[in-house]
């Protein structure tokens, strides 16, 4: 397994002063709001954390980007949905229960679970099957580690991943043509799950999650297509056999269950040979490169896939 | 088939005959506008995608108020026939539009992907097909162009129900769900497209009855 690691500025050294300033006086106010029962969305919250291995030598996509520009169905299907229509959602208190084909299943609280992990801070790529990309440092610890605390038994094969459902927080999720079906539900192979790559996020930019991002709890698999991966998570299950996952049933056709990124395989309505990179700066800005193999992380997980045919499992 | 001649049965919206051009001029500013955000930088974080689909968006707007056009007047009795050829020309350059920004500042005139993209995605192709239908239309709306085809000019321009038919699969297409957008412009766009048959079928049964 290929690690590398190499000296970079810390999140406070990204973030424009400015935000940086005013997230704190945001946080101050928040203790506050808090305190007297106001204030759902001020959840924000400096994090522990360390810098991890697998950073990215790109430029960190901008703050304001990362958390205005998103899809996240559960709050509606415009990018700016999930900014401007998650107020309502209370990501704590919170708990996710790791459960299914496990010696020791444990409902966990968003809180412990943070204690009981070690954080890393993590660069990565992002790649939405829109063809777009980011870069994000998330904040997290790696699904492995979790897994490995509630000990996987020798039938698992896969583990499967399901989303909160709560239509009166997320104006999404309250039914409707446009409506995907609730709750969202996501899976990976056992081996793709325990590989160090896949992060479970609980905060990025050095803060908790914003509710937009998937608050408290997402996973983040840096060489597949964003989709998979699943916000705000309540369950976690090893099982036996492939589970469905929400894309995938919507449109067999264009979302497949492993959607690693491959710009040889073309969605069907797009090709996926390059990717818009978000928050280049205007039309000139020239925010169009080329999409690598896995996202440009086939070091770390071709073996995974072997001699699969990856235009048939796509 | 209306004509475009019959303005004289037209109340006209100003009193002089400006007034097309300054529809077509009013019709422009979304266009405008959004160019003007997106130079400097005020159409958040992929403001290409935002442009392109913006264009698109109001082609379809002004294409469905041109085929709205003798439907108006044959239920409420008001004619804006004498707007139609702008509305139409006006659906016509936010096409133009649309195509350029996919060619130019989407796939920045990379001529590989983009005829790798059109031969292959039926989304696109139909999206294509629709731009080339128009292009004869938009060609032939002026008054030389009625003069000179006479009546294959009325034959030519039904056209634009096909164009209709293709725009509203491509619209469609354009999402990764079905929602309440792409499912009421496509599903308006047909209605002018069944109204249009419904009544050239009645006109053929009226002259073939006694």
Same mark, same amino acid.
């Given at each position: ?6 000296? #970079? ?40 954390? #360390? ?11 901008? @703050? ?14 415009? %990018? ?36 009981? @992990? ?15 990309? =980011? ?52 899976? @990976? ?7 160090? @790559? ?19 709890? #997402? ?8 989709? %998979?991966?699943? %916000?705000?998570?309540? #369950? ?71 001699? =699969? ?6 | ?98 195509? +350029? ?80 957008? +792409? ?28």
């Amino acid at each position: 397994m290929a690690r590398w690691s190499y000296p #970079r500025p810390s999140s406070s050294e990204i973030t424009p002063r400015g935000v940086w300033l005013s997230r704190r006086s945001l946080l101050a106010g928040a203790t506050l709001g808090m305190a007297v029962g106001a204030g759902p969305r001020a959840f924000a919250a400096a994090l522990h954390t #360390r810098p991890g291995p697998f950073q990215a030598a790109e430029k960190p996509t901008p @703050l304001e980007d990362v958390t205005h520009y998103n899809n996240f169905y559960e709050f509606g299907l415009d %990018k700016t949905d999930p900014s401007t229509r998650s107020g309502q959602f209370r990501p704590r208190p919170w708990t996710v229960s790791v459960e299914g084909l496990v010696a020791r299943p444990r409902v966990w609280d968003i809180d412990a679970l943070i204690a009981a @992990l070690p954080l890393e801070e993590r660069l990565y790529r992002m790649r939405c099957v829109e063809a777009w990309s =980011m870069v994000i440092p998330w904040d997290g610890f790696p699904l492995a580690s979790l897994l490995a605390l509630a000990e996987p038994l020798g039938s698992a094969r896969y583990v499967a991943f399901e989303s909160v459902v709560r239509p009166a927080e997320m104006p999404g999720q309250t039914g409707g043509l446009d409506s995907l079906a609730w709750p969202y539900v996501e899976g @990976l192979r056992l081996d793709e799950a325990m590989n160090p @790559l896949t992060l479970l996020a609980v905060g990025l930019y050095g803060e908790t999650l914003p509710n937009q991002n998937g608050a408290p709890l #997402r996973l983040v698999v840096p060489w597949k297509y964003g989709f %998979k991966g699943i %916000k705000s998570i309540t #369950r976690i299950r090893l099982v036996e056999k492939m589970p469905p996952t929400t894309w995938n049933q919507m449109n067999p056709a264009e979302y497949g269950f492993f959607a690693n990124v491959n710009p040889e395989v073309d969605h069907p309505r797009w090709s996926q040979a390059s990717e818009r990179v978000i928050g280049a700066g205007g039309f000139f800005g020239g925010g169009r490169k080329k999409t690598l193999m896995f996202n440009g992380y086939g070091a770390q997980v071709a073996g995974l896939y072997g001699t =699969m045919n990856l235009r048939s499992f796509y | 088939m209306p004509r475009l001649t019959g303005a004289g049965r037209t109340r006209t919206l100003l009193p002089w005959r400006g007034e097309t051009m300054v529809l077509m001029a009013v019709g422009l500013l979304p266009a405008a506008l959004y160019f003007w955000y997106g130079a400097h930088d005020r159409l958040g974080p992929d403001p290409v995608n935002v442009f392109e689909r913006w264009l698109g968006l109001w082609a379809v707007r002004f294409l469905l108020a041109a085929l709205l056009v003798t439907p108006l007047r044959v239920v409420s009795g008001i004619s804006l026939l004498r707007y139609r050829r702008t509305l139409g020309l006006l659906a016509f350059w936010y096409a133009l539009m649309h195509v +350029s920004v996919y060619v130019a500042l989407d796939q920045q005139g990379n001529l590989a992907v983009l005829w790798h993209d059109i031969t292959r995605r039926p989304f696109l192709m139909l999206g294509f097909a629709a731009f080339m239908l128009l292009l004869p239309l938009a060609l032939t709306s002026n008054n030389w162009s009625i003069r000179r085809l006479g009546r294959r000019w009325g034959r030519l321009h039904r056209l634009v129900y096909g164009v209709a038919v293709l725009v509203a699969v491509h619209f469609l297409l354009a999402f990764k769900t079905y929602n309440a957008t +792409s499912v009421s412009y496509a599903a308006a766009l047909m209605a002018m497209v069944v109204w249009r048959a419904v009544s050239v079928a009645r006109a053929r049964m009226g002259r073939a009855g006694p």
